[in-house]
């Protein structure tokens, strides 16, 4: 971790004892309602990764998103549960004054260890060239006022999937993107866990506009990702109940799907 690049600085956490850590919540992460919960995700993995310095790498990550964070001041506590050989299993939250916003059971190790024998029979996602594809930051005006976090990373979104932005949405329930953060911080394991939650929500492909907020996020980390552009596809198959579960996959440049998750989100508010 290089706090020179921005991303490192706005996830950074500080120990203050006894497995507690100080982080400031940037103001730049907010959507919609809230702070993005991978963001959030992102600062929990960053203490969670001090406290266990001979096994810095998420694998397995569930967090139960509580109430919505805001910027400013937060403590996360790391528990220990257990610290095995080969991976350790921790208990930690994020507090802001009496409210607990994420709560979250994650399973870490050192992944040069686990070796870098990645094989899938999933389909990597077909995408146009980085340049052929619809920037982010092209976005409608009223988008980018409902998340600033979008200055935060170079985003290219398959052309197919950008209707929703001019008010045709293809209803497929995909939205497929190149993803780079922005000063060219290259991907890690920590980041993924905020990169499988950074497009906007798959329903704006389903004519559904408006701030989805996350219920619960499982996140598996399956390799250190190659340096470059990461290809991200999210899709949804299920809207019921006012809720819909959102898959994500994200590859590197290597062409290895190197995370994965699922999360159940409530249905956007207009």
């Known amino acids: 971790m290089d706090e020179g690049f921005e991303f490192d600085h706005q996830i950074a956490v500080s120990p203050t ?150 008010g045709r949405p293809s209803g497929t329930g995909l939205i497929r993107a190149w993803f780079r953060l922005v000063d060219a911080r290259e991907p890690d394991p920590v980041s993924l866990l905020m990169t499988v939650d950074a497009l906007p929500p798959v329903t704006f492909n389903l004519g559904m506009m408006g701030w989805a907020p996350t219920l619960e996020l499982s996140a598996h980390v399956r390799a250190k990702p190659a340096p470059g552009w990461l290809k991200v596809h999210h899709e949804t198959r299920n809207l019921a109940g006012g809720m819909f579960e959102e898959d994500c996959e994200v590859w590197d440049s290597a062409g290895r799907l190197v995370a994965q998750s699922r999360q159940l989100a409530l249905q956007p508010r207009p």
């Open 17 to 166: 004892g006894q497995g507690s850590y100080d982080a400031l919540i940037d103001a730049g992460w907010v959507v919609g309602g809230g702070v993005n919960g991978g963001y959030l995700l992102a600062v929990l993995g960053n203490a969670i990764r001090h406290a266990l310095p001979a096994k810095p790498d998420p694998v397995a990550v569930s967090a139960y998103y509580l109430s919505a964070a805001r910027p400013g001041p937060a403590t996360v506590t790391v528990d220990v549960r257990r610290e095995g050989g080969r991976v350790a299993t921790v208990a930690a939250d994020l507090v802001q004054g009496e409210d607990t916003r994420i709560t979250v059971l994650a399973t870490y190790g050192d992944l040069d260890r686990f070796g870098d024998d990645v094989r899938t029979t999933a389909v990597e996602p077909e995408m146009p060239a980085v340049e052929d594809c619809v920037r982010g930051s092209d976005a409608p005006p009223e988008v980018l006022a409902l998340a600033p976090m979008m200055g935060r990373f170079d985003m290219r979104f398959h052309p197919d999937d950008v209707g929703w932005a001019v």
